[in-house]
């Protein structure tokens, strides 16, 4: 198993700005992922990151909106930029390890 | 494409009843079949997996079979408590989908004391 820390817990933003979200594992992992749970629904992924090299984005989601690093094999951060009332979601980080995911507690952002 | 259907909630029990969460799902490989569950205000937390057909996943007295020949992976619980009341994930992981997990659409199930 893994165990996932994420910052912010929460964060109400004014629309137009950018939020970075911090994960943190306690363990080395190659595979790491970012989904966004919008109100009342199930998990989309947002996109792959793999240490040493670009994150691998899923259909409807870019870039320039989601900016991804992941500068070692334990820590990865999600940019939400230039944000609206729509980004309003729970992010949660993933990671795999043994054929299974394990999620992070999540960070609830609000957008005003 | 990989895909996994579960019964729409919300499902609303008293309390020691019984429970199924009835899941299907359609995959072009072999996957690991997965339940999360997330209770109010949390994150996912994985609550059993089976990893190839005929498997028994269980965990705090939920269990799930892994049926090959139906394509399914139903949850169950002889007798729930109030503090079971949460939102269940059905999931299935496919080698050949590069590990990505895929999601139902959850099950909200409220327990009534």
């Known amino acids: 198993s893994a165990v996932i820390s994420q910052k912010p817990s929460r964060d109400i933003c004014q629309r137009g700005t950018s939020l970075t979200i911090q994960c943190q594992v306690d363990s080395q992992v190659t595979m790491m992922f970012w989904y966004r749970q919008q109100p009342g629904q199930s998990l989309t992924l947002i996109a792959t990151?793999?240490?040493?090299?670009?994150?691998?984005?899923e259909s409807g989601f870019v870039i320039d909106k989601f900016p991804i690093s992941r500068p070692n094999l334990t820590f990865s951060t999600l940019t939400v930029s230039n944000m609206s009332p729509e980004d309003s979601s729970i992010y949660l980080c993933?990671?795999?390890?043994?054929?299974?995911?394990?999620f992070g507690p999540g960070t609830r952002l609000t957008v005003l | 494409g990989d895909s996994v259907t579960q019964m729409e909630g919300p499902v609303t029990l008293s309390e020691e009843a019984f429970l199924t969460i009835n899941c299907t799902y359609t995959?072009?490989?072999?996957?690991?079949l997965f339940w999360y569950v997330q209770y109010p205000g949390e994150g996912l937390q994985l609550l059993l997996k089976a990893t190839k057909a005929d498997d028994k996943g269980s965990n705090k007295g939920f269990e799930a079979t892994y049926r090959k020949e139906t394509t399914s992976f139903h949850l169950e619980k002889g007798s729930v408590q109030v503090s079971d009341s949460a939102v269940y994930f059905c999931a299935l992981s496919d080698q050949g989908g590069g590990f990505k997990t895929i999601f139902g659409a959850g099950t909200r199930l409220f327990v009534k004391a």
């Open positions: 995959a072009t490989g072999y996957p690991s």
């Open positions: 990151a793999n240490q040493g090299s670009e994150a691998t984005y």
């Open positions: 993933s990671v795999e390890t043994g054929n299974t995911q394990y």
